[in-house]
């Protein structure tokens, strides 16, 4: 499977951005996935999650009520709309796709760059 995440940019505090991630290959064998990011200096850290039919959710403390997470599954794409954005939401964002059977495959994309000016 091969992720490729698009969308980042700079953008100004207040702002918004919507981020998307494009799976191509075995996408059958993926049922979760996400959206990750990691700032100068941080670890890699949890954003969002949604599992295979759309219907669950789950966001990092820091970004509820402002991110959103959804999938287009006839397009194998996931999106992150991004608003009311803040300087420390400044960080590379990296899509990530894994399944719940064995042999639990495990995908990440390049990144994006997002950028949020204050």
């Known amino acids: 499977v091969q992720l490729v995440e698009s969308g980042g940019g700079l953008v100004q505090a207040g702002g918004s951005l919507r981020l998307s991630c494009a799976a191509s290959?075995?996408?059958?064998?993926?049922?979760?996935m996400g959206w990750y990011r990691q700032a100068p200096g941080n670890q890699r850290e949890f954003v969002a999650v949604i599992t295979s039919g759309g219907g669950g959710t789950n966001y990092a403390d820091s970004v509820r009520g402002r991110f959103t997470i959804s999938r287009d599954n006839a397009k194998n794409t996931m999106y992150l709309q991004m608003n009311s954005l803040k300087p420390e939401d400044t960080a590379v964002y990296y899509c990530?796709?894994?399944?719940?059977?064995?042999?639990?495959?495990?995908?990440w994309g390049q990144g994006t760059q997002v950028t949020v000016s204050s």
């Open positions: 290959g075995s996408t059958s064998s993926i049922h979760i």
């Open positions: 990530n796709a894994r399944g719940v059977i064995p042999p639990f495959p495990n995908y």
